[in-house]
């Protein structure tokens, strides 16, 4: 075996998908070829880091049922006998987790359900995006803690100007701001320190249909509360006490727009 076929094998072999006379021949090449075993060391490496840090949610029972019946009625791009939809739901959820071209495809797969799910759920969706924005390093685009920065910096970039204010003094420091996407509109972001924890707050004008006060989704705590004209939803790892004393102040003495 050559690299170039060590190459084409490599994904399937992670994936234990291989025969054993394959599987034995690779097994080989791996153990004499530097390059190629540090490539399969990396698909190991990048799957196991994937599945520590992506976020996930389990599926539910509704979305299930949605991805069984889309994979139903999908056309197969190459003609294959059909399979019990058990198998193919086993396929998605461990097959497509192992590997290198399929873990890429369950990366996005997992962004899919979790947009997917996040539009059944804002809250949901607010933890993702907080998560997603810690993980990249992006949770600050204006980094100040001078509201009269900060303000400007966002209503420059949106079609509403959100109330931003400073509580160092209460012990909620502002570190800056940045836009996100919540429900699929452009959303002011505010983020504050508390002590060692990050807050994300979501400030968006008045929505007819409100999310639950509070909920806790993957360990993280979301208060919502409206107030000043405004939906206030943040997220973060502290007490829901403490969090939901937080936004109710925000919102209750937000200056007037
Ligand atoms: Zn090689």
Redesign the pocket.
Same mark, same amino acid.
């Given at each position: 075996?050559? !690299?170039n076929e /060590? +190459?084409t094998l490599a994904a399937r072999y992670a994936d234990g998908e291989i025969d054993s006379l394959q599987g034995r021949s690779i097994e080989l090449?791996?153990r +004499? !070829? /530097? /390059? !190629?075993?540090a490539?399969h060391r990396g698909v190991l490496a990048l799957r196991a880091q994937i599945r520590a840090e992506a976020p996930y949610f389990p599926a539910t029972p509704a979305l299930r049922e949605r991805v069984r019946a889309l994979l139903a009625n999908a056309p197969d791009v190459v003609p294959t006998p059909p399979r019990p939809q058990r198998n193919r739901w086993a396929w998605l959820t461990s097959g497509a987790l192992a590997g290198c071209t399929a873990t890429v495809f369950a990366f996005v797969l997992g962004t899919a359900v979790i947009d997917w799910r996040a539009n059944e759920d804002v809250a949901v969706e607010a933890v993702a995006t907080h998560v997603r924005a810690t993980l990249n390093n992006h949770l600050i685009e204006v980094a100040s803690s001078d509201q009269h920065t900060v303000k400007p910096w966002l209503s420059a970039r949106l079609d509403y100007s959100p109330p931003v204010r400073d509580l160092a003094d209460e012990g909620f420091a502002l570190s800056g701001g940045r836009l996100d996407t919540l429900d699929k509109q452009r959303v002011a972001t505010l983020v504050y320190r508390y002590r060692q924890h990050t807050i994300d707050v979501f400030v968006r004008p008045e929505l007819a249909h409100a999310p639950p006060a509070l909920r806790t989704v993957r360990g993280f705590n979301v208060a919502h509360v409206t107030g000043s004209g405004m939906d206030w939803l943040v997220v973060s790892d502290v007490s829901a006490d403490v969090l939901t004393a937080f936004v109710q102040r925000l919102a209750r003495d937000a200056p007037s727009q």
């Amino acid at each position: 075996m050559n !690299c170039n076929e /060590a +190459g084409t094998l490599a994904a399937r072999y992670a994936d234990g998908e291989i025969d054993s006379l394959q599987g034995r021949s690779i097994e080989l090449h791996l153990r +004499g !070829c /530097a /390059a !190629c075993a540090a490539k399969h060391r990396g698909v190991l490496a990048l799957r196991a880091q994937i599945r520590a840090e992506a976020p996930y949610f389990p599926a539910t029972p509704a979305l299930r049922e949605r991805v069984r019946a889309l994979l139903a009625n999908a056309p197969d791009v190459v003609p294959t006998p059909p399979r019990p939809q058990r198998n193919r739901w086993a396929w998605l959820t461990s097959g497509a987790l192992a590997g290198c071209t399929a873990t890429v495809f369950a990366f996005v797969l997992g962004t899919a359900v979790i947009d997917w799910r996040a539009n059944e759920d804002v809250a949901v969706e607010a933890v993702a995006t907080h998560v997603r924005a810690t993980l990249n390093n992006h949770l600050i685009e204006v980094a100040s803690s001078d509201q009269h920065t900060v303000k400007p910096w966002l209503s420059a970039r949106l079609d509403y100007s959100p109330p931003v204010r400073d509580l160092a003094d209460e012990g909620f420091a502002l570190s800056g701001g940045r836009l996100d996407t919540l429900d699929k509109q452009r959303v002011a972001t505010l983020v504050y320190r508390y002590r060692q924890h990050t807050i994300d707050v979501f400030v968006r004008p008045e929505l007819a249909h409100a999310p639950p006060a509070l909920r806790t989704v993957r360990g993280f705590n979301v208060a919502h509360v409206t107030g000043s004209g405004m939906d206030w939803l943040v997220v973060s790892d502290v007490s829901a006490d403490v969090l939901t004393a937080f936004v109710q102040r925000l919102a209750r003495d937000a200056p007037s727009q």
